[in-house]
């Protein structure tokens, strides 16, 4: 008994995973299992209206990862001293701030993007996702961790709003980037233009990556 024990195969020794830097953390959890729409379900709103064309998604999403990246930065500067009181007010001023600097430069440089996205990217400063990051994560962080945060809650948002856009420009006009992609044999599916196919979309991928991916990631 004792030479069969001897000889018996040691069991395999798992090796532990390195835990993340905060770094890592911060950015790859904004992208993933912490994503401001898949798991938050904030600032939806906006793909209602800007994701009918890819260009047009692509400077919406660009003006929020600069909105949120930036006020989150400034308000770990200030967090010392912001009254607790006051803290929401000063965040939707910090906010609105970097957002007027969007649309200024998109009115100076795009102006033909400016009017189409008309009074949508003034709404970032209402956006969830911008003051979530900023009250939960801005507040208690330094700012390089909060710049960190930042973008990735900016880049989560943005490659699903660039998938929903590039579906349905692909399908409603047969175009991306304003480049004919499918011939004259594709009949344009005219609901893929209204806004409702917007939520349907996004209805989809929510369920898709809750129901299957992140279900599967728990087990």
């Not at 800007?50 to 260009?55: F, G, H, L, S």
């Amino acid at each position: 008994m004792a030479d069969i024990a001897a000889r018996a195969p040691a069991p395999a020794v798992r090796k532990a995973k390195k835990p993340r830097s905060k770094a890592a953390k911060a950015f790859f959890d904004g992208i993933g299992k912490n994503n401001p729409v898949f798991v938050q379900i904030l600032g939806i709103c906006s793909t209602l209206a800007v994701t009918n064309v890819v260009k047009n998604t692509i400077v919406m999403c660009l003006g929020l990862i600069w909105a949120t990246a930036m006020s989150n930065v400034s308000v770990s500067l200030l967090r010392k001293w912001i009254p607790a009181r006051v803290r929401m007010i000063v965040e939707t001023l910090i906010i609105a701030v970097w957002v007027i600097i969007v649309d200024i430069v998109l009115r100076a440089y795009m102006p033909d993007i400016s009017r189409q996205l008309g009074p949508y990217v003034g709404l970032i400063i209402t956006n969830c996702i911008v003051m979530g990051r900023t009250e939960a994560f801005g507040l208690a962080n330094p700012p390089g961790l909060s710049f960190i945060d930042g973008v990735s809650a900016g880049l989560g948002y943005s490659y699903i709003l660039l998938i929903i856009a590039v579906i349905r420009e692909l399908m409603g006009s047969g175009t991306l980037m304003g480049i004919r992609i499918l011939g004259p044999w594709w009949t344009n599916w005219s609901i893929m233009v209204m806004a409702p196919s917007a939520f349907f979309l996004l209805g989809v991928l929510i369920w898709i990556v809750r129901g299957k991916i992140l279900k599967e990631e728990k087990k």
